[in-house]
């Protein structure tokens, strides 16, 4: 699997603010570690049964993450065609099997605190996790992730950083290229669930009851 990870950090990069709601919609973020049942509010969740059995997992007791926002659409040669054209030679592909792909994305906040503040505890586990990520046996899909900054408003804003999970796959025709994606980030989501990756019982969380009154709530 094709797997690295960037950073966009400057002062201009856009940061991830949660809680959020869109002014010009109904999407809203909602808390699936207090309420799991809410996802069934997430419309990309429902079309996309792969995509919401990730936001469970990933939102589940000992997962160490949060997660914040996600959406998931398909690559069509009329809409990214560059993008289809870039992925394939990076994959090193025949073309004729990467004629239309399935992408997704996940925005995800560490909760163990000493972790979701730190830049450089990030950069060092998203080394490990991309190293372990070129080992899995999807040749036909990649996983890319940006370090980006994040502000967690609840009784205060507490600043830090979000990681960005981008999983996309290619095929010959929409619904290989979607079977392909499903079972890509079924393995992602499995390497990111790896026990060494769980914050230590005993250590400060970001969404811990008693740092914070109300629980943080989860983006659709």
Known sequence: ML???????SQDAPTLVVPWSDPNGSAHFIDLRANPYDLAEIPEAEQH?????????????RSPFLTAKCDAWQLTPTTHAEQLEALTLELMLDPTEAKTGFASYIDLLWRERSVFASAHQQQDRLDRIVRRAQRLPHREAALECILRPAVLDLNGPLEGFSVSLYVTALGPEAAIAHRRWEL?????VALLRG???EAPRGSATIDAADAYPLRVRHVG
Do not use: F, K, Y
Not at 3 to 9: G, K, T, V
Not at 49 to 61: H, K, V
Not at 184 to 188: F, M, Q, T
């Open 184 to 188: 890509a980030l079924e393995d992602v």
């Open 195 to 197: 026990r060494d990756l």
């Open 3 to 9: 797997s690295e990870w960037s950073a966009e950090c």
């Open 49 to 61: 049964p792969a995509l919401g059995r990730a936001l469970r997992s990933l939102n589940a007791t």
